[in-house]
């Protein structure tokens, strides 16, 4: 039993009615029906933290609307306009978003495990409400009249969309078109992503594993870091795209690099010269208790690498893949690790806590691990007060006898995690998930 809703503008003071109404569905309450809504305008709406799971709105706008850290699980959205959205945090598994339009939206954090963002016929209103498959073979717009903005091809544009860490496992992208879209620290394992563009695309630590590329457009993307193997992308235009390059004998000029970064340092910016290492795969050079303090490291490849006793106290590591590397009483204070894949590494009694920055106004700057993929890593004893994990995986990490006072663990993924004789005075869980009590 439905009741269908045609060509209508929906507003602010309606939302709570349809997410009641929604959450009785869901509960099989008897005789409430279920709304279908065709072609409506909810564009401009904010549905933040909003329970929508089950919501039914083909062909509707939702137009720069807000849905932060709300749900749209199994939510039926075929070829709705969601361009401008902020979808950040939002979870749609399940969600059928083929055709739709997602330009320019924020899905940073968003969770569409299993959706569908596949091709679909593109359908508009017909003159009584109804929705038709359009015919892209209409002559164009009179002089002075608008030109209809929806895609003609009927495929998801979510191009120049910021993906950045969200949750695509699984995912149904073919045909879609990502051109632009920022995917970086993306779980894009097992998403079928045959015939995609993907051109220009960045997709830094993402992780493909096990996604299928077939016919996919790779032109120009840059996969600086990204999990995936050569195999993958047999079948693919890669004309232009961007991998990790490997240094040329790095570990005979790194001694005279390291001496111009020194005077740098000491002279304030005055004489010799920063030390950038970025977007290099730094495997094969020999950096275990070098003092890389200050240095620029972004998007760089340490996987496996021996690390110990290191000292990268203020240096900006964002990006960068450092799975199953050793940095067992490694200095990482004040160290910008957003974003950095630190799957399964050794980080037993590193120093991560607050940096003090001396100056006029002395300040202290804690460690940035936000978003950084930690799962199975080892904190043991670790120093990490003040640190931020907003948005971290820190699932099945040990934290035994680590220092977490002050840190800040919003939105941080704990299950499993072991914080046994941690010290987590002042520590702000706010939103976090998993946490053993």
């Given at each position: 039993m439905?009741?269908?809703?045609?060509?209508?503008?929906?507003d602010q003071?309606?939302?709570?009615?349809?997410?009641?109404?929604?959450?009785?569905v869901?509960?099989k309450?008897r005789?409430?029906?279920?709304?279908?809504?065709q072609?409506?305008?909810?564009?401009?709406?904010?549905?933040?933290?909003?329970?929508?799971?089950?919501?039914?709105?083909?062909?509707?706008l939702?137009?720069?609307?807000?849905?932060?850290?709300?749900?749209?699980?199994?939510?039926n959205?075929y070829?709705?306009?969601?361009?401008?959205?902020?979808l950040?945090?939002?979870?749609?598994?399940?969600?059928?978003?083929r055709?739709?339009?997602?330009?320019?939206?924020?899905?940073?954090?968003a969770?569409?495990?299993?959706?569908?963002?596949?091709?679909g016929?593109?359908?508009?209103?017909?003159e009584?409400?109804?929705?038709?498959?359009?015919?892209?073979?209409?002559?164009?717009?009179?002089?002075?009249?608008?030109?209809?903005e929806?895609?003609?091809?009927g495929?998801?544009?979510?191009?120049?969309?910021?993906l950045?860490?969200?949750n695509?496992?699984?995912?149904?992208?073919?045909?879609?078109d990502?051109?632009f879209?920022?995917?970086?620290?993306?779980?894009?394992r097992?998403a079928?992503?045959?015939?995609c563009?993907?051109?220009?695309?960045?997709?830094?630590g993402?992780?493909?594993?096990?996604?299928t590329l077939?016919?996919?457009r790779?032109?120009?993307?840059?996969?600086a870091?990204?999990?995936?193997d050569l195999d993958?992308?047999?079948?693919c235009?890669?004309?232009?795209?961007?991998?990790?390059?490997?240094?040329?004998?790095?570990d005979r000029?790194?001694?005279e690099?390291?001496?111009?970064?020194?005077?740098?340092?000491?002279?304030?910016g005055?004489?010799?010269?920063?030390?950038?290492?970025?977007?290099?795969?730094?495997r094969?050079?020999?950096?275990?208790?070098?003092?890389l303090?200050a240095?620029?490291?972004?998007?760089c490849?340490?996987?496996?690498m021996?690390?110990?006793?290191?000292?990268f106290?203020?240096?900006?590591?964002?990006?960068?893949?450092?799975?199953?590397?050793d940095?067992?009483?490694?200095?990482?204070?004040?160290?910008n690790?957003?974003?950095v894949?630190?799957?399964?590494?050794?980080?037993?009694?590193?120093?991560?806590?607050?940096?003090?920055?001396?100056?006029?106004d002395?300040?202290?700057?804690?460690?940035?691990?936000?978003?950084?993929?930690?799962?199975n890593?080892?904190?043991?004893?670790?120093?990490?007060?003040?640190?931020?994990?907003d948005g971290?995986?820190?699932s099945?990490?040990?934290?035994?006898?680590?220092?977490?006072?002050?840190?800040?663990?919003?939105?941080?993924?704990?299950?499993?995690?072991?914080?046994?004789?941690?010290?987590?005075?002042?520590?702000?869980?706010?939103k976090?998930?998993?946490m053993?009590?």
């Amino acid at each position: 039993m439905s009741r269908l809703i045609q060509k209508r503008t929906i507003d602010q003071s309606a939302i709570e009615k349809i997410v009641e109404q929604l959450a009785r569905v869901r509960a099989k309450t008897r005789g409430v029906e279920m709304i279908v809504f065709q072609n409506c305008d909810f564009s401009n709406l904010d549905f933040s933290e909003k329970n929508l799971d089950g919501l039914d709105a083909v062909g509707s706008l939702f137009v720069n609307s807000m849905f932060r850290d709300g749900s749209l699980r199994k939510a039926n959205l075929y070829t709705a306009d969601m361009r401008g959205a902020d979808l950040h945090g939002c979870d749609l598994s399940g969600a059928d978003l083929r055709g739709a339009s997602l330009r320019s939206s924020d899905l940073e954090n968003a969770i569409l495990r299993e959706t569908k963002l596949q091709a679909g016929v593109l359908l508009v209103p017909d003159e009584d409400g109804g929705l038709v498959t359009h015919n892209t073979n209409q002559k164009r717009a009179a002089v002075g009249e608008r030109p209809m903005e929806l895609p003609l091809t009927g495929k998801s544009l979510i191009r120049d969309t910021l993906l950045t860490d969200s949750n695509l496992s699984d995912a149904n992208l073919s045909d879609a078109d990502l051109c632009f879209t920022d995917l970086s620290g993306a779980n894009l394992r097992g998403a079928d992503l045959s015939r995609c563009n993907l051109s220009s695309a960045r997709l830094f630590g993402a992780d493909l594993t096990g996604a299928t590329l077939a016919g996919a457009r790779l032109n120009s993307a840059n996969f600086a870091t990204a999990i995936f193997d050569l195999d993958q992308l047999a079948t693919c235009d890669r004309t232009g795209m961007i991998f990790s390059t490997k240094p040329i004998n790095l570990d005979r000029k790194l001694p005279e690099l390291l001496k111009e970064h020194a005077e740098w340092l000491a002279s304030i910016g005055r004489r010799g010269a920063q030390l950038d290492l970025s977007t290099l795969d730094l495997r094969e050079v020999t950096l275990a208790g070098q003092d890389l303090a200050a240095t620029m490291l972004r998007v760089c490849t340490f996987a496996g690498m021996d690390l110990r006793k290191t000292k990268f106290t203020a240096a900006d590591m964002g990006g960068s893949d450092m799975r199953r590397a050793d940095l067992s009483g490694a200095d990482l204070r004040g160290a910008n690790l957003a974003r950095v894949n630190l799957e399964g590494a050794k980080l037993a009694q590193a120093v991560m806590g607050r940096l003090r920055i001396a100056g006029r106004d002395e300040t202290y700057v804690g460690t940035n691990l936000s978003h950084a993929r930690l799962a199975n890593a080892n904190f043991e004893g670790a120093k990490l007060a003040g640190a931020n994990f907003d948005g971290a995986d820190l699932s099945n990490a040990t934290l035994v006898g680590a220092d977490l006072s002050g840190a800040c663990f919003t939105r941080a993924n704990l299950s499993n995690a072991n914080l046994s004789q941690a010290n987590t005075q002042n520590a702000d869980f706010k939103k976090s998930r998993g946490m053993r009590t």
